[in-house]
C-alpha cells in the first residue's frame, strides 16, 4: 500500500492520504489497521503525521471526488471531524487542476476546490443553508461554563468565545497568550462538548477566542487536537465567516460583512461569503496552497476484505 504526505499552507502538519481505490470499503475503519500505520509513522520519523485522508472518484456526477477524513488522537481516532486542508492535500494528491468538485464524506459538505491565477485555490462550501439552522442549540448565544459563547455547525462545530472576556483586547495579546488562557478555553470546550452530547477529551467541538480591531477586523486564535492552532484550520475559517451571517453570535456583534480579513497567529485568511434574507448560499476561503512532501510512500497496511 503506497500514499503521499501532504501539506497545506496554514494546517498544524501533514496528512497522509491514500487513494480509495486501493483499499476494499471500510479499510479505513479497521482500528488495528490504523494502529500499525501510526507506529510506523513514529518509527520513520513522521509521528507528527495525525491526519489521515482517503480519496476516490465520487459515484456521484454531482461530484468529481469523494473523500473521508480520520484525525489521529492519542487515545485512539475520530471519524466524526471534518478538515479542509486534508480535502485540500487530497485535490493535490489527485492531480486535479480543478475546479475540483468534493464531497466530503465525513462531514456531508459539498466543497468546490477553484484554481486562482496566482496558483493557489478557492476553497468554496456550497449550500444553501437557512442560517438559524447552523446553530445545534437554536440561539445565537449560549452561558456555558460562565462565558457567552456562540455554537456554531458549519463544517465542524465551533465554540466561539469573545476574547475580551478573559481579558484580552488585542490580537497582538490573544496571540502571545499562553496555559493562562488555553486551560480555560479547554474547560469552556469541554462544558460544550457535554452540551451537545460529545466526550469532552473527542476532537470536536473545536474552540476558537476572537476580538475585533478598531477597524472591525476580526482577530481569532483557535485551540487545535495537540493545543494552540498555528494558523486557523480551514473549516475554522469557514465556519467563523458563516457565523458572522448569523445575528446575534458572538463573530456577528464582533466582525460583519461579506468578505473578511481574519488575522490569526500565522497571516491573514481572507473569506467571503453569499447570504441573503437569512439564508447562507455559500462560503469560500481564498489563497489556499498545498505541497506534496513525499509521493507513493510505501505503507505497511494488510489489504483484505472489510465488512
Known amino acids: 500500500m503506497k500514499a503521499d504526505v501532504v501539506r497545506a499552507e496554514g494546517a498544524p502538519g501533514p496528512t497522509l492520504v491514500l487513494a480509495g481505490d486501493r483499499l476494499p470499503q471500510g479499510a479505513l475503519a479497521l482500528g ?22 482517503l480519496y476516490g472518484a465520487s459515484s456521484s456526477s454531482a461530484f468529481d471526488l469523494e473523500y473521508r477524513f480520520v ?23 489527485a492531480g486535479r487542476a480543478g475546479p475540483v468538485r468534493v464531497r466530503a464524506l465525513t462531514t456531508g459538505d459539498a466543497v468546490v476546490c477553484e484554481p486562482e491565477p496566482q496558483g493557489t485555490r478557492t476553497v468554496r462550501f456550497t449550500g444553501p443553508w437557512a442560517a438559524r439552522r447552523l446553530l445545534p442549540t437554536g440561539c445565537p448565544v449560549d452561558r456555558i461554563g460562565g462565558f457567552d459563547v456562540s455554537l456554531v455547525r458549519f463544517g465542524n462545530p465551533y465554540v466561539f468565545v469573545d476574547a475580551s472576556a478573559f481579558g484580552v483586547r488585542t490580537a497582538e495579546e490573544l496571540f502571545g497568550a499562553g496555559v493562562e488562557l488555553l486551560l480555560p478555553l479547554l474547560r ?5 462538548a457535554r452540551l451537545l452530547g460529545l466526550a469532552p477529551r473527542s476532537a470536536l467541538p473545536k474552540i476558537a477566542a476572537i476580538g475585533a480591531d478598531g477597524s472591525g ?13 498555528p494558523s486557523l484550520a480551514l473549516t475554522g475559517a469557514a465556519c467563523l ?12 456583534r464582533l ?15 481572507r473569506t467571503t461569503a453569499v447570504a441573503k434574507a437569512g439564508v447562507l448560499g455559500s462560503v469560500a476561503v481564498h489563497g489556499k496552497r498545498a505541497h506534496i512532501l513525499e509521493r507513493s510512500v ?5 489489504i483484505r476484505v472489510t465488512a
Open 241 to 252: 465567516t458563516a457565523a458572522v451571517a448569523v445575528p446575534g453570535t458572538v463573530p456577528h
Open 71 to 93: 484525525q489521529s488522537l492519542p487515545r485512539g481516532f475520530d471519524f466524526r471531524t471534518g478538515c479542509g486542508h486534508s480535502l485540500l492535500a487530497c485535490v493535490a494528491a
Open 298 to 302: 510505501r505503507l505497511p497496511w494488510r
Open 217 to 229: 477586523r476580526p482577530f481569532v486564535r483557535s485551540v487545535a487536537v495537540d493545543g494552540w492552532h
Open 255 to 269: 466582525a460583519d460583512g461579506s468578505a473578511l480579513t481574519i488575522l490569526t497567529p500565522g497571516g491573514a485568511v
Open 32 to 53: 488495528e489497521e490504523l494502529r500499525n500505520v501510526r507506529r510506523w509513522l513514529d518509527r520513520t520519523g513522521r509521528g507528527h503525521i495525525r491526519k489521515i485522508a
Open 188 to 192: 469552556v470546550r469541554a462544558a460544550a
